[in-house]
């Protein structure tokens, strides 16, 4: 189980550093493998058409990582929302 989580937690960060430089600031969540990204959840309909899951809620998107998830995935969706 510390392993999944060490695994779920490591991709939320590198998300978070990835947000960082595109210049966007996610709801602070620490320790958390969800992400919410004030402002973004207009793109939510976009990514799910570039085959990514993820949801808007309350205006924020929103993002979770667990194990089926890859470094991949995170490089993905964050390519997809630099455009």
């Known amino acids: ?26 709801v602070p969540a620490p320790g958390s493998p969800i992400v919410s990204v004030p402002g973004l959840d207009g793109l939510q309909a976009e990514l799910a058409r570039a085959g990514i899951a993820v949801s808007a809620r309350a205006g924020n998107l929103r993002a979770s990582f667990h194990l089926y998830n890859t470094a991949a995935d995170v490089d993905r969706l964050l390519d997809v929302l630099s455009r």
């Open 1 to 26: 189980m510390d392993a999944i989580r060490a695994h779920d937690l490591a991709l939320a960060d590198r998300f978070r550093a990835g947000l960082a430089t595109l210049g966007h600031t996610p």
